[in-house]
């Protein structure tokens, strides 16, 4: 094969992956088509709605959206109908074979308005005027969020969209609803449910910990951050908000489940230069004095006045357990201890003591690497953060490695555990002593059904702290 041939291959590869897997790591999300349990909706109504939709919701950071077209050609290629996709069913076995994670349903259950009336033209680029006359018009939409892996409903929600008179009535550019008294207002009635749709998917994703995740990678000054997030691996607009935070402890459920993170909001930030790799912010809320390369952002659509800013000296000391027990109890002193000596009178020489031969002294022990507390410690026992406080390296190497184990808790808890197991082992290969992080890698390798890959890590473990209980626990369970 020629180097031509080769580089073609290569590329091809690379388109293969971007296209299935989703623009560098974003989420893939399907909009289905909605069902019609309203009285006199059309399919055109129908099919303007799903594109209004996958327009507005393709415009969040961190999420990619397949089209409608892409979906119904890999129905046809199954031998499944198109408009089969309407059925939840036959939408996640598509939805599946186009790798999206999660499918976007539901129905219209509401498509009114109480009057009609006509349109004012105005040439403003692709809307076509202002609708005048009308009264009210409404729609609600019944929403499902389905996962596409395993089919399950994971959310269901209504929104109602309304516009009025007063509201002025934009006729969109979507389509379809002209056919109608008040179409004008119906639009804009549409309009408004679906971005109120969007709000609430966008949360949900958020919750979910779904979407891209992001970092601050440095901070100029008093007003300017720099986040790797940008128009090309985000999605990301000027104005766009993004909360920059930090992961506290996990919440662990009764069975020892990660129910979740505790959060700490440190600052906001709005985009205003975007490139296509990273974007610069202003601070918005919050200060610059707060804020530190490596703590993670991620999009923010809720109400600004609302967020609570905690300080980062707070916030730290809610990530972890109560400090650190001493390693042992301090040493007893040994042989006869010196006798406090009053000083020498300054006008005569004090009388010379005789030699007297010296106490025999304690030998010095070694010291094994990385000492350990006593049987009971938290160093043998806890799964959590407090035991990186004992490891016998710098304060910055141990915030170093918080960033990326608070990263692994974040992605664990969200059952994204294969970003889990990266961020647990880029943990411990910034200190190779760092068997938390060892021992969590090997529980996200489980979680991903990767047996091998979990004994290895379990062993690592062991090897670095042969008495930490949860790894032996765990491999007497697990790695049989």
């Known amino acids: 094969m020629n180097v031509r041939n080769i580089r073609w291959s290569v590329l091809f590869l690379l388109m293969t992956v971007f296209f299935v897997t989703g623009a560098w790591g ?14 006199g909706v059309t399919d055109a109504v129908r099919l303007a709605l799903t594109d209004m939709l996958t327009t507005e919701l393709g415009r969040t950071p961190g999420v990619s959206v397949l089209e409608r077209s892409r979906l119904e050609a890999i129905a046809k290629e199954q031998r499944l109908a198109a408009s089969g996709l309407v059925e939840e069913s036959t939408a996640v076995q598509v939805g599946r074979l186009a790798g999206v994670q999660m499918i976007i349903t539901g129905a219209i259950t509401e498509f009114s308005s109480t009057k009609s009336g006509g349109i004012l033209p105005l040439p403003i680029g692709s809307f076509g005027g202002i609708a005048v006359g009308q009264e009210k018009a409404f729609v609600t939409l019944d929403v499902r969020t389905i996962d596409a892996e395993t089919g399950r409903v994971v959310r269901t929600f209504r929104q109602r969209g309304e516009a009025d008179r007063d509201m002025g009535g934009i006729v969109t550019s ?25 709000a609430q998917i966008r949360q949900d994703l958020q919750m ?15 007003d300017a951050v720099i986040i790797d997030a940008g128009a090309m691996n985000a999605n990301v607009n000027p104005n766009t908000l993004f909360e920059v935070y930090g992961q506290g402890e996990p919440i662990v459920g ?34 610059s004095s707060n804020i530190q390369r490596g703590d993670m952002v991620e999009p923010f659509y809720g109400n600004a006045e609302a967020v609570k800013i905690s300080s980062r000296a707070l916030g730290e000391i809610g990530s972890s357990q109560p400090a650190p027990q001493p390693l042992g109890p301090a040493p007893q002193p040994v042989g006869p201890q010196p006798q406090p000596v009053a000083p020498a009178p300054v006008t005569a020489p004090a009388p010379q003591p005789q030699p007297v031969a010296p106490a025999p002294q ?12 006593a049987a009971g410690g938290i160093a043998n026992t806890s799964e959590s953060m407090d035991i990186i406080d004992l490891y016998p390296i710098d304060m910055g190497l141990k915030n170093q490695i918080k960033i990326a184990h608070r990263g692994g808790y974040h992605n664990y808890a969200n059952k994204q555990y294969a970003k889990a197991f990266q961020a647990f082992v880029q943990a411990y290969e910034l200190y190779q002593g760092n068997y938390l992080d060892a021992y969590w890698a090997a529980r996200a390798a489980h979680k991903r059904g990767q047996i091998k890959e979990m004994k290895k890590w379990l062993d690592i473990t062991l090897s670095i702290n042969p008495a930490y209980q949860p790894a032996m626990e765990y491999k007497a369970k697990y790695a049989k």
């Open 26 to 39: 974003e989420t893939r999300v399907a909009v289905v088509d909605f069902r019609n349990n309203a009285e």
């Open 208 to 222: 979910m910990g779904l979407g891209s995740s992001h970092h601050v990678v440095d901070v100029k000054g008093k």
């Open 362 to 373: 304690p030998q010095p022990q070694p010291v094994a690497p990385a000492p350990l507390p």
């Open 254 to 287: 009764i069975g020892g489940e990660i129910l979740g993170v505790d959060k700490y909001s440190y600052a906001l930030l709005q985009c205003f230069d975007v490139k296509a790799q990273y974007s610069v912010c202003r601070i918005v809320k919050g200060s």
């Open 174 to 198: 979507y389509g379809g609803f002209g056919q109608y008294e008040g179409g004008g207002l119906l639009g804009s009635a549409a309009y408004d449910c679906v971005m109120k749709v969007v």
